[in-house]
């Protein structure tokens, strides 16, 4: 069994920063294949972030060059530090990995 969850949601002003947490525990051997997913109200849920093969980041374009994915494999830790964050970043983050989800956790955006 896999259990993920999710912590560092909130409420940051235009420009202001985050950082999410995700720990994992349960049946996970690396950070390979964990990452971010995000809801926002009335929209389907949409790719962030994902931690590859051989530590290799990959992000959606939206995203690129404010956030970054980092892990701490000797903790099961996963993060996201999200920078210059814009409004339409609001909404919930969830950690994936595989056909696991955490509970999710809000980002809201807003002055």
């Known amino acids: 069994q896999v259990q993920l969850v999710e912590s560092g949601g909130g409420l940051v002003q235009p420009g202001g920063s985050l950082r999410l947490s995700c720990g994992a525990s349960?049946?996970?051997?690396?950070?390979?294949?964990m990452g971010w997913y995000r809801q926002a109200p009335g929209k389907e849920r949409e790719f962030v972030a994902r931690i590859q093969m051989y530590g290799v980041q990959s992000y959606a374009a939206s995203v690129k060059g404010r956030f970054t994915i980092s892990g701490d494999d000797s903790k099961n830790i996963i993060y996201l530090q999200m920078n210059n964050l814009k409004p339409e970043d609001t909404a919930v983050y969830y950690c994936n990995w595989m056909a696991h989800w955490g509970q999710g956790t809000q980002v809201t955006v807003s002055s």
């Open positions: 349960g049946s996970i051997r690396n950070l390979y294949g």
